[in-house]
């Protein structure tokens, strides 16, 4: 698992999660993903290459996407795929954040 | 009813990377779709950190075995535990959130054991927790 962070203006991140978002990968990226999701007012998670996500991921993005909300932010998911997304669904997560298909509605949505 | 694989992890999350790469191993010999390796995976990791974070007294070493098999077009995967009986399906699932703000964080494993495995079944037998999830392949 790994995470790769892209600037887009200040305060605005687009976060490029690439891997398993398991108990093992997310024991890898949650320090550095909670201290992105503290620190921006806006902020996109690329899901495009997460293989597989099970619950313990869904607490980072659920965390990730309170700590961001709770200051007035905007926390979107961009470009789920297959059983990801499936995961979202069915645990109501795509009910509780915006998630896009489309990168540039993503950025319209976080820069609005 | 084909060769049961089986592995056996100790009390420890650690061990989690592990059965990864075990059920990884067995897509071939079960002759696993994507579809249902993902479902396989994702139960057993739910099933699995349960287990491990609730069914035993703090620093005390225990194993956690799994059996995978296929049966014509339905995998099965069992899991079987010595700690306190702990039935999954007994569970409430938690009640969809209307806003993130209400949102609770954690609970949702049993959801997805629900959708994700087509039968689930428990049983409390001679000390033992066993948990048997079905999957279509």
Redesign the interface.
């Known amino acids: 698992m790994n995470l790769g962070v892209e600037p887009i203006a200040t305060g605005i991140v687009k976060v490029i999660l690439n891997g398993r978002l398991d108990i093992t990968g997310a024991g890898v990226i949650d320090l550095q993903f909670s201290a992105i999701a503290g620190s921006h007012r806006g902020v996109i998670v690329d899901l495009a290459s997460v293989s597989f996500l099970a619950s313990i991921g869904i607490r980072t993005l659920l965390l990730g996407a309170k700590a961001v909300q709770r200051r007035g932010g905007t926390f979107v998911l961009l470009n789920p795929v297959g059983e990801v997304e499936k995961v979202l669904e069915v645990t109501g997560v795509t009910d509780l954040m915006p998630i896009y298909h489309n990168s540039d509605e993503a950025l319209a949505a976080v820069t609005a | 009813m084909g060769e049961v694989h089986s592995l056996k992890l100790r009390n420890d999350?650690a061990e989690?990377?592990r059965m990864?790469t075990w059920i990884e191993q067995l897509v071939g010999p079960l002759k696993l779709p994507p579809?249902t390796t993902?479902?396989v995976?994702?139960c057993l990791?739910?099933a699995v950190?349960n287990i491990i974070s609730y069914a035993f007294e703090p620093d005390t070493e225990h194993d956690v075995k799994i059996g995978i098999w296929r049966d014509g077009r339905t995998v099965f995967a069992e899991i079987i535990d010595d700690g306190r009986p702990f039935d999954p399906l007994s569970q409430e699932t938690p009640r969809?959130?209307a806003?993130?703000?209400s949102?609770h964080?954690?609970g949702?494993?049993i959801?997805?054991m629900h959708?994700?495995a087509t039968n689930i079944g428990y049983r409390r037998s001679g000390g033992t927790n066993r948990l048997t999830l079905s999957f279509a392949a």
Do not use: H, S
Request: net charge neutral; aromatic share 8%; hydrophobic share 50%.
């Open positions: 999350r989690l990377a990864m579809q993902y479902a995976q994702l990791e739910e950190v969809r959130a806003d993130l703000k949102a964080v954690g949702l494993g959801t997805l959708n994700f």
